[in-house]
């Protein structure tokens, strides 16, 4: 049974990080490509980053290049979204996702094309 699960989410102030994690099972995260989404009330939910099989291929939304980094950790079977410099407008619903095939670099951000999904983990950026 495919299952992610994301933890990590919290209250931040601007300026600050937080590690959001995405602990896969029923499959291993090396096989797949992972992207992380999010999702901000009466927004659309928006492509953040996404790590491919070869972790060679790394993706990122151009309002979070420089600040967040996307790892994966094979032995734990884990996805991690490192978030550093984090602005109130970066506060949503944060989600990973399993795409069935490798997604390249113009279609990653579009959520269409995964497959599995967790349930998120809620991410607030406030003084």
């Known amino acids: 049974q495919v299952q992610l699960v994301e933890s990590g989410g919290g209250l931040v102030q601007p300026g600050g990080s937080l590690t959001l994690s995405c602990a896969a099972s029923?499959?291993?995260?090396?096989?797949?490509?992972i992207g992380w989404f999010r999702q901000a009330p009466g927004k659309e939910r928006e492509g953040v980053s996404y790590?491919?099989?070869?972790?060679?291929?790394?993706y990122y939304a151009d309002s979070v290049k420089g600040r967040f980094t996307i790892s994966r950790d094979n032995a734990r079977n884990t996805v991690y979204l490192q978030m550093n410099s984090l602005k109130p407008e970066d506060t949503a619903l944060y989600s990973c996702?399993?795409?069935?095939?490798?997604?390249?670099?113009?279609?990653?951000?579009?959520?269409?094309?995964?497959?599995?999904w967790g349930q998120g983990t809620q991410v607030t950026v406030s003084s």
């Open positions: 996702a399993r795409a069935p095939l490798p997604m390249g670099s113009t279609r990653w951000s579009t959520p269409y094309g995964y497959e599995y």
């Open positions: 790590i491919g099989r070869s972790t060679s291929f790394k």
């Open positions: 029923g499959f291993t995260v090396d096989y797949y490509a």
